[in-house]
């Protein structure tokens, strides 16, 4: 049995501690949904202020070459590039990670069609984010491909010699699961598709290495474990043997090899800088490097191998409190065990209640998501959670459940963002 004193002992040898302190957390609070939204890093609003202020206030359009703006995309790119076992150069920050998959799926169909034009299957997992699922739909009809969804174990059957692409999400939203990229991308390759990889719940999060995988496309998104704010851009990644082969089909002027050369005729720029479509948000990209900041400042102290060990440790930490102190409650783990097979988030369900218990985790500050219809979700953070808080987490959901809080009438009236 852990006692709060072990976790306070924990907490008390725990190297990346000081890293907490990076964060703007409200008092009082348990934040268990950095992989929905990260928290505001400290050094953020000023930052902002003075993009605001003296780069668009005194620069003005000066900015664009005496702030550096035009170049952020790529120069946040390559601070991205190393937590996905990229190299610089080949990483843009932009747009949305809808709107970059949007680009990289129709790229990959593009080589597809020119190298195996009888491929004509996208294969994706049932359980994926549905925007991924959606885009996927979208560019399946306007191709006159098939998209052929599976369960995690039905991927292998599924990549017949009529598939072009694997899409898949590298750890699932709802459940936490891990794929072992390595392997999968293996099993596409051996069968002759190529495989796009969305790391929405892993960079930042998990160890990510997309050239030892031998990835083809991989996108991802910044405002969750990159903590880089509300509506952070995105970023996307090609794999150099195809980063120069074709135009991705939002060709803006962004991506144009010259863009103040105001040509009428699209040139696309060399590698990744053509995977850009549009004016860039200056100053969601600024927000996003302070929250870039905050994992480069892990560094010194182990960088992504100590975070994923913290990590583990937490949410092991995590399933054995709810499982000693939460027996009976009728909570399901739904997340993986093995270290190997799942991410940095832990998911409960529960048959009935799993909407009201986060709210009422929510009303006193311990604050999860819900996805519906039976999952309480909670996400762990090592730079900024300790292992007292986990027990305080698990404490709080053991007094809900024990005194019938959550069947308050207030905590189960739905909202729109849950
Ligand atoms: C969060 C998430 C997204 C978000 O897409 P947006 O375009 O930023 O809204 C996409 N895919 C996955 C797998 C996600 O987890």
């Known amino acids: 049995m852990t006692s709060l004193q072990d976790c306070r002992a924990l907490d008390a040898v725990d190297p990346l501690r000081p890293l907490r302190d990076l964060f703007a957390l409200p008092a009082g609070v348990i934040y268990l949904d950095g992989n929905s939204l990260g928290p505001l890093p400290r050094a953020t609003a000023a930052r902002v202020a003075r993009a605001v202020q003296d780069e668009w206030g005194e620069g003005l359009i000066r900015s664009w070459n005496s702030a550096g703006w035009f170049e952020l995309p790529a120069r946040i790119g390559d601070r991205i590039a190393p937590w996905i076992g990229a190299a610089a150069g080949e990483v843009v920050a932009t747009d949305t990670t809808s709107v970059n998959l949007y680009k990289v799926l129709s790229a990959a169909l593009t080589l597809a069609a020119q190298d195996a034009p009888r491929r004509r299957v996208v294969v994706s997992e049932r359980s994926n984010f549905p925007t991924d699922l959606y885009i996927a ?40 699961a891990m794929h072992a990229m390595a392997d999968v991308t293996a099993r596409a390759h051996a069968a002759g598709a190529l495989a796009i990889w969305d790391l929405a ?54 991506g144009h090899e010259a863009p103040f050369a105001f040509t009428p005729e699209y040139r696309p720029a060399p590698g990744i800088a053509r995977y850009l479509c549009g004016t860039q ?81 929510i009303a006193r500050g311990v604050i999860g998501d819900y996805r519906a219809p039976d999952i309480l979700r909670f996400g762990f953070t090592p730079l900024y959670l300790g292992f007292e808080d986990v027990w305080q987490a698990v404490e709080h959901l053991r007094e809900v459940l024990a005194t019938g809080e959550w069947q308050r009438e207030e905590f189960n009236r739905q909202q729109a963002v849950t």
């Open 201 to 254: 719940h892993s960079a930042g999060a998990v160890p990510v290495d997309l050239h030892a995988a031998d990835a083809d496309f991989a996108i991802g998104c910044g405002y969750k474990y990159l903590n880089g704010g509300p509506g952070a851009p995105a970023f996307a990644w090609v794999h150099p043997r195809h980063a120069d082969r074709f135009w991705q089909p939002l060709a803006g002027w962004w």
């Open 137 to 176: 739909q979208a560019l399946c009809r306007e191709r006159g491909c098939e998209l052929r969804l599976v369960e995690a174990e039905g991927i292998a059957a599924a990549l017949d010699a009529g598939v072009a692409v694997l899409l898949l999400t590298h750890v699932n939203y709802r459940t936490g």
């Open 281 to 361: 948000p200056v100053l969601s990209m600024t927000a996003l490097g302070c929250g870039l900041e905050t994992l480069e400042a892990s560094l010194p102290l182990g960088g992504m191998a100590a975070l994923r060990r913290k990590s583990l440790a937490l949410t092991d930490l995590f399933i054995a409190l709810v499982e000693q102190r939460c027996a009976g409650a009728g909570l399901r783990l739904v997340t993986p065990r093995g270290h190997a097979d799942r991410g940095s988030q832990v998911c409960l369900a529960r048959d009935t209640g799993a909407y009201a218990l986060v709210q009422a985790l």
